[in-house]
Nanobody, 123 residues
Framework: QVQLVESGGGLVQAGGSLRLSCTAS???????MGWFRQAPGKEREFVGA???????TYLEDSVKGRFTISKYDENTMYLQINTLKPEDTAVYYC??????????????????WGQGTQLALSS
């Protein structure tokens, strides 16, 4: 069982950029790694994911061009967010799923979750 910890959130001005990190107690080599977010009063939604071994990435259409998922090392991945918008305000979670998962965008397929990091946009 892998343990996950997110970091990098905070209060950020709209139009700015930041990088969120997800650090694991184990290597990511045997998992799909996903990023999700949950805005106040809204359902948790898929942001993006990476199949760790080959490095294939998947991004929600609405964030393509602004969000990037990347590896740092075998225990850390990043979510780079550029040109921040007010609608990006949410708690951001990283999650891990077995490599045989069928749908990488379904949160129900991810058994391992971090506690989340808050991202808030200021005007």
């Amino acid at each position: 069982q892998v343990q996950l910890v997110e970091s990098g959130g905070g209060l950020v001005q709209a139009g700015g950029s930041l990088r969120l990190s997800c650090t694991a107690s184990d290597t990511f080599s045997l998992y799909f790694m996903g990023w999700f977010r949950q805005a106040p009063g809204k359902e948790r939604e898929f942001v993006g994911a990476i199949r760790w071994g080959p490095g294939n990435t998947y991004l929600e259409d609405s964030v393509k061009g602004r969000f990037t998922i990347s590896k740092y090392d075998e225990n850390t991945m990043y979510l780079q967010i550029n040109t921040l918008k007010p609608e990006d305000t949410a708690v951001y979670y990283c999650a891990a799923a077995p490599i045989w998962v069928i749908s990488v965008i379904d949160s129900a397929d991810y058994p391992y979750w971090g506690q989340g990091t808050q991202l808030a946009l200021s005007s």
